[in-house]
């Protein structure tokens, strides 16, 4: 795959809203007071709940009176800490997706995995290089990929996580950072892969030596830093350090956005 032009403008991506497979039904449910709302029945950790339909995981887990204390951060698909599997009946797939943009479906049978370990290089950013050498020092699994695609298929952000991974192999960082931009580490991809991989750190190594590297400079950056130290802003940010905080959420969304 070709990797698309980076562009140092582009916001993170939010996670898309997912719905699950439809299917069958299963037993031993436990009734909580509904309000005439329309529910189904899923399974968390074992045990069944009636939730209503317009839930998604996350909002279903804490319905059943669940108080979820890890594995959850932004609750808007952008911070990847409720990484969540399921399956559902008569399917003999393993499904993965954020719990706080999946919508909870009849039958589905859940666990969040709200941490799991994962192998992340220590290294030095000035000692180290933009090529696949760095890759093989820090990160040699890569080259035991299997090209089984488990990965991709896992994401929920839906990236090539593939493609990414065979970038890390060619040392490509641009394609490495490009393909891998919007992904949110929630790790859902390293749980599955059979070659022990942990994809998001390798992306992580990828993005940085793309910045520090690789990247062209930017003139406006540079320029506002120097400003910023002859202190042309200092008024103005004591202004803000005071302001009411209504003041501050008025500035904050009439600001000019980026298209
Ligand atoms: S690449 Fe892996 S860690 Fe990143 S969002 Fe996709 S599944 Fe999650
Ligand atoms: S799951 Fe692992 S082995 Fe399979 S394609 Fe992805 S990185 Fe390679
Ligand atoms: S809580 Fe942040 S992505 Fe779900």
Not at 8 to 34: D, F, G, L, N, S
Not at 126 to 150: H, L, M, S
Not at 178 to 197: K, N, Q, T, Y
Request: aromatic share 8%; with cysteine; proline share 5%.
């Amino acid at each position: 795959m070709t990797a698309k032009k980076a562009s140092t403008k582009r916001p993170a991506k939010k996670a898309p809203k997912k719905t699950a497979p439809k299917v069958k039904k299963q037993a031993e449910v436990c009734e909580i007071p509904t309000h005439g709302e329309n529910f189904v029945t899923i399974y968390i950790m074992g045990s069944g709940y009636k939730v209503p339909e317009e839930a998604t995981i996350m909002g279903a887990i804490e319905y059943a009176g669940y108080q979820i204390k890890r594995g959850a951060g932004c609750r808007e698909g952008y911070c990847g800490a409720c990484a969540t599997i399921y399956r559902m009946p008569g399917d003999y797939k393993i499904y993965t997706g954020l719990a706080c943009t999946t919508m909870v479906a009849e039958g589905m049978w859940l666990t969040q995995i709200p941490a799991h370990p994962a192998h992340k290089a220590i290294y030095d950013m000035d000692r180290i290089t933009a090529d696949v050498a760095t890759i093989q020092k820090f990160y040699p699994e890569v080259f035991r990929c299997v090209a089984c695609n488990t990965c991709s298929k896992a994401c929920p952000q839906e990236l090539e996580v593939m493609d990414y991974i065979q970038a890390a192999k060619r040392g490509d960082m641009e394609a490495l950072m490009d393909i891998s931009f919007d992904c949110l580490a929630c790790g859902l991809c390293a749980i599955r892969c059979p070659a022990e991989i942990v994809q998001m750190n390798v992306a992580l190594l990828g993005k940085r030596l793309y910045g520090k590297y690789l990247a062209p400079k930017s003139e406006h950056l540079e320029k506002r830093i120097r400003e910023m130290k002859r202190g042309k802003y200092d008024r103005e940010y004591k202004k803000l350090m005071t302001a009411e905080k209504e003041a501050l959420s008025k500035l904050y969304y009439d600001r000019d956005m980026e298209s």
